[in-house]
């Protein structure tokens, strides 16, 4: 039972660290890419709270081993809470669909959403803009004379999102009431009407 409740205070600890160092750092730092800069700040609480965990006696009930195993813990559920919250909440077109219904007093006609999306979404988050930082950032493109280009690391990660898409998302999903493999070669009838190629 002492260990139990050590193991909750420890934990308690790594999220208090985990929260204060998050929100300093939205807060007073310049943020580059919201999942990146949340993943560092999961690594810092985790390290701090792992320092204090071998360094105070409170704590020395845990042997290595077990201390070790907190720590990974702590590395992963720092990671989980990057995805899951900051993230998500940033790119989520769910999320913006939910604020979007609640801003225009609770209700949307449905043949609207379109508009909604070109027209207001695109423009309200800087959809494109943000994309781009992120990806510059992540290394996968680079923008030369006005042309943005695939890195080489650019390409690897297209090829293998692609070969993912094609063959290990659901063929049977559900879109509107009607299930459907759409989404698993959304390009297959793309037809080009504008030429996007760079000079």
């Not at 600890?13 to 800069?37: A, G, P, R």
């Not at 900051?86 to 609640?102: A, C, G, N």
């Not at 080489?152 to 297209?158: I, P, Y």
Request: net charge positive; aromatic share 16%.
């Amino acid at each position: 039972m002492k260990k139990l409740m050590s193991a909750i205070l420890a934990t308690l600890i790594f999220f208090f660290f985990l929260f204060s160092t998050y929100w300093l750092h939205i807060n007073y730092f310049k943020v580059n890419v919201i999942l990146y800069s949340s993943i560092i700040d999961g690594l810092i609480a985790s390290v701090g709270a792992t320092i204090l965990l071998f360094k105070l006696s409170r704590f020395y009930i845990f042997n290595n081993f077990e201390k070790l195993q907190m720590a990974i813990i702590w590395l992963i559920s720092g990671y989980i809470f990057a995805i899951s919250i900051p993230t998500v909440i940033d790119r989520s077109l769910s999320f913006y669909i939910l604020e979007k219904i609640q801003q225009r007093g609770g209700g949307i006609q449905l043949e609207k959403f379109e508009e909604v999306f070109t027209k207001e979404y695109i423009t309200e988050h800087r959809l494109v803009d943000v994309r781009l930082t992120e990806q510059i950032e992540s290394g996968t493109i680079k923008i030369v004379k006005g042309c943005v280009k695939l890195t080489d690391r650019g390409q690897r990660f297209a090829k293998f999102s692609r070969f993912f898409r094609e063959n290990f998302l659901p063929k049977k999903r559900l879109i509107m009431g009607k299930y459907t493999d759409d989404l698993t070669h959304p390009f297959e009838n793309d037809e080009i009407t504008v030429n996007y190629h760079c000079n």
